[in-house]
Antibody
Framework: QVRLAESGGGVVQPGRSLRLSCAAS????????MHWVRQAPGKGLEWVAL????????NYVDSVKGRFTISRDNSKNTLYLQMDSLRPEDTAVYYC??????????????WGQGTLVTVSS | DIQMTQSPSSLSASVGDRVTITCQASQDISNYLNWYQQKPGKAPKLLIS???NLETGVPSRFSGSGSGTDFTFTVSSLQPEDIATYYC?????????FGGGTKVEIK
């Protein structure tokens, strides 16, 4: 079955970096766009970033532009989120999610279980 | 950015009640609107896509309607397992944006 499994979360000091990974299985990873979505404790959902099927296009929410980088390795069926210059307001559960299409942003039809990132001194 | 305004932010209803949630977009988004269900401690789940298309395996008591700027999500007969927070999401433009959520509880 389709499965997404995030890893790499943890506690990190402000200004430091962290890299999240999302291992995909049960579908042809290279045929789908992929997203990161986050949820601050007790808050709603916030879209963070999108990468097209072959990685040639990437988009970000303004609050993370220049600090976060989304990437993928289709040979390893893995999605990444490199987070630099972390701020306390980046504290959230980070979900990876599959888009139904390859080269646009539409609907997120499969989600991982999430990984918690806490930015605190 | 397109703002999505959901109401109410929370509601309490009895088993068997009809529950309605509204979502308003800050500009015309055609039918580029999805609905998600998030149960406590779990990841969101896509229930309805393109404003009114029920995802495979989703019970028929769930439905969606609307186009343009005004959308409605309905549970025709609330069940105990429907306790969750529901979110709308637009995909007319990036950034993708979600409504603030509606927490549904059993009275």
């Amino acid at each position: 079955q389709v499965r997404l499994a995030e890893s790499g979360g943890g506690v990190v000091q402000p200004g430091r970096s962290l890299r999240l990974s999302c291992a995909a299985s049960g579908f042809t990873f290279s045929s789908y766009g992929m997203h990161w979505v986050r949820q601050a404790p007790g808050k709603g959902l916030e879209w963070v970033a999108l990468i097209w099927d072959d990685g040639r296009n990437k988009n970000y929410v303004d609050s993370v532009k220049g600090r976060f980088t989304i990437s993928r390795d289709n040979s390893k069926n893995t999605l990444y989120l490199q987070m630099d210059s972390l701020r306390p307001e980046d504290t959230a559960v980070y979900y990876c999610a599959r888009d139904r299409v390859a080269v646009a942003a539409q609907m997120l039809d499969c989600w991982g279980q999430g990984t918690l990132v806490t930015v605190s001194s | 950015d397109i703002q999505m305004t959901q109401s109410p932010s929370s509601l309490s209803a009895s088993v068997g009640d009809r529950v309605t949630i509204t979502c308003q977009a800050s500009q015309d988004i055609s039918n580029y609107l999805n609905w998600y269900q998030q149960k406590p401690g779990k990841a969101p789940k896509l229930l309805i896509s393109d404003a009114s298309n029920l995802e495979t395996g989703v019970p028929s008591r769930f439905s969606g309607s609307g186009s343009g700027t005004d959308f409605t999500f309905t549970v025709s007969s609330l069940q105990p397992e429907d306790i969750a927070t529901y979110y709308c999401q637009q995909y007319d433009n990036l950034p993708l944006t979600f409504g603030g959520g509606t927490k549904v509880e059993i009275k």
